[in-house]
């Protein structure tokens, strides 16, 4: 089983930057693709960002693509989401969560398991 507690959240000016870090516990965290989702006050959760359980591939969001980075480091245990270019309609809480299927990309949130509380992004304009 894995634990995730994701920090890094806060409030910005639209233009700004944040980077959110995702911590896992568990020695299956190594071999696991993960995912970074959020979702926004009385909206769905929407796919962010995959990335593979190497690091090696990444995927993302439309609406994300070429603002957004994803990354880890294996040998720390954690999941980074670097966020540029941030505009109001990123508002919502972030959450990171463990990818439990075999495709190579996959953005369906029933996929995921073993979810982080979350951490909330405030963009003001």
């Known amino acids: 089983q894995v634990q995730l507690v994701e920090s890094g959240g806060g409030l910005v000016q639209a233009g700004g930057s944040l980077r959110l870090s995702c911590a896992a516990s568990?020695?299956?965290?190594?071999?696991?693709?993960m995912g970074w989702f959020r979702q926004a006050p009385g909206k769905e959760r929407d796919f962010v960002a995959f990335i593979s359980w190497s690091g090696g591939s990444t995927y993302y969001a439309d609406s994300v693509k070429g603002r957004f980075t994803i990354s880890r480091d294996n040998a720390k245990n954690t999941v980074y989401l670097q966020m540029n270019s941030l505009k109001p309609e990123d508002t919502a809480v972030y959450s990171c969560a463990r990818y439990r299927g075999y495709r190579n990309y996959d953005a369906r949130v029933e996929m995921y398991d073993s979810w982080g509380q979350g951490t909330q992004v405030t963009v003001s304009s």
């Open positions: 568990g020695r299956t965290f190594s071999s696991a693709a």
